[in-house]
């Protein structure tokens, strides 16, 4: 199965920026949609962006339209987020998931997750 580690979470005022990357290994994600999820303390696991396996598709939740961008370099087998016009409800565990299915934003669909990275987002 493919492997896939989060980075780049840490902590940011509002209004500012992170970008964070998600590193695969075991498979190539060309075979994968890709996408990100979220968990804030006490709250459901939620969808944040996903990400067509050649990256020609892209959707976001209506949370974060404007504000956060998914990418994908298949060669370097990486997923990226990033995340401007930070809020403090973006504060969360983010998570990098893939799927075998060429685009979905089902959580049900991704069979593969990260460990999750945290977002703190706090004047």
């Known amino acids: 199965q493919v492997q896939l580690v989060e980075s780049g979470g840490g902590l940011v005022q509002p209004g500012g920026s992170l970008r964070l990357s998600c590193a695969a290994s075991g498979r190539t994600i060309i075979n994968y949609g890709m996408g990100w999820f979220r968990q804030a303390p006490g709250k459901e696991r939620e969808f944040v962006a996903a990400i067509s396996r050649n990256g020609d598709q892209t959707v976001y939740a209506d949370s974060v339209k404007g504000r956060f961008t998914v990418s994908r370099d298949n060669a370097k087998n990486t997923q990226n987020l990033q995340m401007n016009s930070l809020k403090p409800e973006d504060t969360a565990v983010y998570f990098c998931?893939?799927?075998?299915?060429?685009?979905?934003?089902?959580?049900?669909?991704?069979?593969?997750w990260g460990q999750g990275t945290q977002v703190t987002v706090s004047s």
């Open positions: 998931a893939a799927a075998n299915f060429r685009f979905t934003t089902a959580s049900y669909d991704y069979h593969y």
